[in-house]
């Protein structure tokens, strides 16, 4: 079945880059998404590109497609302490578009 | 932008009774909404799909007695999870798929807590 894999955890100094990777096995994959996720909140669709797409740069966030090796990026320049969240990679690829997660990557910002 | 609630934030109710999750979306119509759970620290796991008007689609393992989903109008979808055990305790996550973009918008959670 469908799977997304994300790093865990991921610690950066403010003012640094981040960088958050996924990876699917989908490759009938139309969108991916990322999604950020505050402490007891619900999630905020970040941003998504779509499947044929390389890169989509959105302010101080970039992401880069893979589709050859179904590898997605984040990358958020600047980071700052209000990023510290937890980061989460979908795909969606089904009717409905039914969203397959990512376990999310926990960004850690210190000074 | 498109607004999704849930109602209520966080419940604790005991074992054995039942308790109803509302889910709307404020500036939109939402066909399809889609509930899921989050244990602590791990990834959301989608548990049914809800379309407006007909019987919800639930995935593999999820017991659609026990939780029940409704579907009424084309803002407005509840999630009742019945006769609660301590395992039910965890984060309910709904989305709403806006009609006319299709995107897909979450709310904020309702946290369940059943001693």
């Known amino acids: 079945g469908e799977d997304v894999e994300q790093s865990l955890f991921l610690s950066v100094r403010e003012g640094d880059s981040s960088v958050i990777n996924c990876t699917y096995t989908d490759s009938s994959s139309t969108y991916l998404y990322w999604y950020k996720q505050e402490p007891g909140a619900g999630l905020q669709l970040l941003t998504y590109?779509?499947?044929?797409?390389d890169m989509k740069q959105d302010q101080r966030l970039t992401v880069l497609l893979n589709k050859k090796d179904k590898h997605l990026s984040l990358r958020i320049a600047d980071t700052q302490t209000g990023d510290s969240a937890i980061y989460f990679c979908?795909?969606?690829?089904?009717?409905?578009?039914?969203?397959?997660f990512g376990a999310g990557t926990r960004l850690a910002v210190h000074p | 932008g498109a607004v999704v609630s849930q109602h209520p934030s966080r419940v604790i109710c005991k074992s054995g009774t039942s308790v109803k999750i509302e889910c709307r979306s404020l500036?939109?119509?939402?066909?399809?909404m889609f509930w899921y759970r989050q244990f602590p620290k791990q990834s959301l796991m989608l548990m049914a799909t809800?379309?407006?008007?007909?019987?919800?689609?639930?995935e593999q393992g999820v017991e659609k007695d026990k939780f029940l989903i409704n579907h009424a109008s084309l803002t407005l979808s509840t999630l009742t999870v019945t006769s609660a055990h301590p395992e039910d305790s965890s984060f309910y996550i709904c989305?709403?798929?806006?009609?006319?973009?299709?995107?897909?918008?979450f709310g904020p959670g309702t946290r369940l807590t059943v001693t």
């Open positions: 809800s379309n407006e008007g007909s019987k919800a689609t639930y």
């Open positions: 590109i779509f499947s044929n797409m």
């Open positions: 989305s709403a798929r806006d009609s006319r973009d299709y995107e897909q918008y």
């Open positions: 979908a795909e969606s690829s089904g009717g409905y578009n039914k969203l397959i």
């Open positions: 500036d939109f119509q939402a066909t399809t």
